[in-house]
């Protein structure tokens, strides 16, 4: 039994970490690009782990108690238990430590996920309206607003803490990156928060994912996380683009730098 439960483990450790291999090692999630995402996908892969074994005992208890009780001969009746308290004992007990273990470990990576630092290297307002997304960067005075068909990219620094303030004014809308393994609700007159750290440079797809009305599905969006220096680059450039009007999707943001107020501030 103990090798049957193995199994999976195993064949987990033993894949390589491209392509088909490594997908059947995440549980078909998408590879992670924040340390957020990691921990959150750590904490899958786990779940996943224990689910299969949990199913494995009872699949081989349910086989095993069939095989071995059945009736041999047309007229035999198995002889008749009833009440054994230990093993009552037993499976409540177990139950009780799969589910505190499990929810042990969800609230750790709950806790790890929703941390805030006090002093974040970038601060970005996300407003999600219908149907549409604005990224505001707060402390640097430029914003990134989407139009419909051409979907805006965020681009952010890779390595650094990066708090996201999310705020709406009209409906519901939730920012998902995909990759990032992570969404949170966008509510009117409820600003949302959180941090991740992007640890690999590249380009990724964003999207609401709350149904949020008629053009719902052309909420998309892309993330670009690139290093340091390159997006203190970018940032120069786009900055001077805004100001000079060069660029449609870029303009001056003049709103508060507080996060909390960031909402609604559409230009
Ligand atoms: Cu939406």
Redesign the pocket.
């Known amino acids: 039994m103990a090798r049957l439960a193995a199994i999976p483990a195993v064949m987990l450790l033993a894949s390589g970490c491209t392509g088909e291999a490594a997908k059947w090692e995440r549980g078909g999630w998408p590879q992670p690009v924040t340390k957020q995402g990691r921990d959150a996908l750590h904490l899958w892969q786990g779940a996943l782990i224990a689910s299969l074994i949990v199913g494995g005992v009872v699949l081989a208890m349910i086989v095993g108690a069939a095989v071995l009780f059945r009736r041999r001969t047309p007229d035999q009746m198995p002889r008749q238990v009833r009440y054994n308290l230990p093993i009552e004992v037993l499976y409540t007990f177990i139950p009780i430590v799969v589910v505190s273990v499990l929810f042990y470990f969800t609230a750790i990576g709950e806790n790890s996920e929703d941390k805030i630092n006090n002093s974040p290297a970038v601060q970005i307002g996300v407003v999600?309206f219908?149907?549409d997304w604005q990224f505001n960067y707060l402390r640097q005075g430029l914003s990134v607003t989407g139009r419909p068909g051409e979907p805006p990219t965020l681009v952010i620094p890779t390595e650094k803490q990066i708090h996201f303030y999310l705020t709406s004014p009209d409906v519901i809308?939730?920012f998902w990156v995909v990759p990032f393994l992570f969404k949170r609700d966008v509510i009117p007159g409820h600003p949302n928060e959180f941090e991740v750290t992007v640890t690999s440079a590249g380009t990724f797809q964003g999207r609401?994912a709350?149904y949020?009305g008629v053009d719902?599905d052309r909420?998309s969006f892309y993330v670009k996380a690139l290093p340091m220096p390159q997006y203190l680059a970018w940032l120069k450039n786009a900055k001077a683009e805004a100001a000079a009007g060069t660029n449609k999707e870029l303009t001056i943001y003049t709103g508060p730098t507080h996060g909390q107020k960031s909402g609604g501030y559409l230009s």
């Open positions: 999600g219908q149907w809308h939730s609401c709350e949020c719902h909420m």
